[in-house]
């Protein structure tokens, strides 16, 4: 009877008949059953997620389910609902194999060790060595031993980016192969292979014609002469012991001659174009030859020694220029130059005549009807070279570009620029392009900008044809 109490919860055993009994019975089986029901259905059906579950938890349980036939998702509840274990969904165990350690996860160097029978495997680094937004990092899958990446039959292996190998070892076998990119597919080609590919599996052999293979040949039959076949090598060629077909030479243009004599004949009618350079000693012309051929000299190098006596003839260099440190004496020249001193104090800013020596005040005049210290009357056919100029104003510098001209009978010639800063030199350049006759009329005409020449000196070369 006691053990019927726990199943009637309080009747008493008086009132107790045998239908209440298994009625009550009956029930709780019931309600066992359903229980057992509800359980079994929570772990070994398929569910869509965990939150769909009605069991709503507390935080700190975990939940199991199943997903798949023998496969289960594992969740953990937390504050705000369940959070699911993305690494934690299994098959089967092997039970012929003994369970070891989970991976070890170091959060602090973001590794991730796999272990398989208490040996390390393989190690996955999430590079912790810097966590800024704007770092590259580089993360590591590294192998304690031997690391193989493969496929399914037919399937890629795809690389997004650049690849880099950190070391190659040599090959010891089977290293016949060279990779190459076969429209992005890293695929290999033999070695005959690729001398096909660019046409360098056959050869033609060199001859005088025609470009090609050829053998290099030995000392020995380098001095034997008669191969047609072969190339000399530097090596061959040193020691070459010559050849008696060697009668004549052709020209020799650079080198030394070491011979101590030459045949005779050996210069039959030499040009004096082919004798450009280099001395000859005395004993080997004889004086009679110098004399009979000195009239064929008509041109000579550098004269660094000597005398040119009477009677030599014309000098003409060209435009060259003739140098000497000693006195030159003999006839006259056919021009020589001339220097002109200005010095003035223009009294307007508007075009001005430089007086020819010194005058107080030059007015803004630039007529030629009349004669007076601007002008100058030419002695000789000639031209003006140049003009040196200096001014001080204490109104500040002419300025840039100041115009100036050379008036020759009425007529300006053509203008020449000059920039002028005060107490410095500006220089006006003319040349033979400013030229006159002897008896006309000459002035120089300067423009100021809007400052005018004042204190002035300046200088003007003049170059006379006599």
């Known amino acids: 009877m006691s053990k019927l109490r726990k199943f009637t919860k309080g009747v008493s055993e008086e009132s107790v008949n045998k239908s209440d009994i298994s009625s009550n019975i009956l029930s709780s089986i019931e309600s066992l059953s359903n229980e057992l029901y509800d359980l079994k259905q929570s772990t070994n059906t398929l569910s869509k997620s965990g939150d769909a579950e009605t069991h709503l938890g507390k935080e700190g349980d975990i939940k199991i389910n199943k997903i798949a036939r023998n496969k ?5 509840r937390g504050e705000d609902g369940w959070h699911k ?19 070890i996860v170091n959060m602090t160097s973001g590794t991730f060790n796999y272990s398989y029978e208490g040996n390390n495997r393989l190690s996955i680094n999430l590079d912790s060595s810097n966590s800024s937004s704007t770092y590259t990092p580089t993360p590591e899958i590294k192998s304690t031993g031997n690391l193989k990446l493969s496929t399914g039959s037919g399937k890629t292996i795809t690389l997004a980016n650049n690849l880099s190998l950190s ?12 990779l190459v990119s076969d429209g992005g597919a890293v695929k ?6 690729l001398l096909s590919d660019i046409g360098a599996d056959s050869h033609t052999a060199a001859s005088t014609t025609a470009s090609g293979v050829v053998e290099l040949a030995t000392s020995a039959e380098t001095n034997t002469g008669t191969d047609t076949s072969r190339a000399v090598t530097p090596d061959g ?19 030394t001659w070491n011979a101590d004599t030459l045949g005779t004949g050996a210069i039959p009618n030499l040009p004096t174009s082919k004798i450009t350079s280099g001395t000859m000693a005395d004993a080997r012309i004889a004086a009679s030859n110098v004399t009979q051929h000195e009239g064929s000299i008509d041109a ?17 260099n060209g435009s060259s220029t003739i140098t000497t440190t000693g006195a030159i004496s003999g006839g006259s020249f056919n021009h020589f130059m001339d220097v002109k001193i200005h010095q003035f104090y223009a009294s307007a800013t508007t075009d001005v005549y430089m007086p020819f020596g010194a005058s107080q005040i030059e007015a803004a005049f630039t007529s030629d009807g009349l004669n007076d210290d601007t002008l100058f009357i030419a002695p000789y056919n000639g031209y003006l070279e140049k003009v040196v100029f200096q001014n001080a104003n204490t ?11 050379l008036r020759v009978a009425g007529s300006l010639g053509t203008v020449k620029v000059a920039d002028v800063t005060n107490e410095t030199t500006a220089t ?11 008896g006309q009329r000459l002035r120089i005409y300067i423009r100021p900008n809007s400052v005018a020449p004042k204190y002035v000196t300046a200088t003007s070369v003049w170059r006379y044809t006599i």
């Open 167 to 178: 070391s190659i070892p040599a090959g010891v076998s089977d290293y016949d192969k060279i």
């Open 85 to 103: 274990d993305n690494n934690a969904s299994f098959g089967p165990i092997d039970e012929s194999k003994a369970v070891n350690d989970p991976p």
């Open 188 to 193: 290999y080609r033999t070695g005959a292979q």
């Open 72 to 76: 289960y998702e594992f969740y953990v």
């Open 300 to 316: 000579v190098g550098t004269l660094d020694g000597g005398a040119i006596s009477s009677g030599f003839g014309n000098i003409d």
């Open 428 to 438: 006006w350049t003319f040349g033979s392009d400013e030229s006159f006759t002897a």
């Open 237 to 255: 060629l040193d020691a070459w012991e010559g050849s008696g077909q060697i009668e004549t030479v052709g020209e020799i243009t650079t080198g």
């Open 395 to 405: 109104a500040g510098d002419m300025g840039t570009d100041i115009r100036m001209y």
